[in-house]
């Protein structure tokens, strides 16, 4: 195997200039840093519960275009979803990317939920909120 003896470019040049920082202080200044597209990404490729899913892919795309009965047909990959640890940014990576966004279950939620948000310029309602309204969908329908 053959070493090359050529330094670095790292190795070499100019050295960085010495910081003032407070002694016992952090090395960086506090500053709060928001989330890239890229590291957002990342994040849900690393953690999301979908990832690791043994349902068929076909299951994370129902067919139907109404709400309840495309809920239905996907509701092993909601289910999934309602224990992802990421599924608030899996939610907002679909609705800033609408071109992957529009399709399949994305934070639970399904396309036509989805596109009711980007219409409405909302955040969706929590699912608590759901489900009561749903109860009372249902409890209204049974009358």
């Not at 890229?38 to 892919?57: E, K, N, Q, T």
Request: proline letters at 8%; one cysteine or more.
């Amino acid at each position: 195997m053959a070493v090359s003896r050529t330094p670095a470019s790292a190795d070499h040049g100019p050295a960085a200039p010495a910081v003032d920082r407070a002694p016992g202080g952090p090395p960086y200044p506090p500053v709060a840093i928001p989330l890239t597209n890229r590291a957002l990404w990342v994040r849900l490729i690393r953690h999301a519960r979908c990832a690791g899913s043994s349902l068929d892919p076909d299951q994370w795309f129902p067919v139907s275009v109404e709400v309840g009965k495309a809920r239905q047909e996907a509701a092993a990959a909601i289910t999934v979803c309602t224990a992802c640890v990421v599924r608030a940014e899996c939610l907002a990576l679909s609705l800033r990317h609408w071109e992957i966004g529009q399709h399949g279950v994305w934070g639970g939620l399904v396309a036509a939920e989805r596109a009711a948000c980007r219409a409405a310029g909302t955040r969706p309602r929590s699912l608590r909120d759901r489900r009561e309204q749903g109860i009372r969908g249902i409890a209204e329908r049974d009358r």
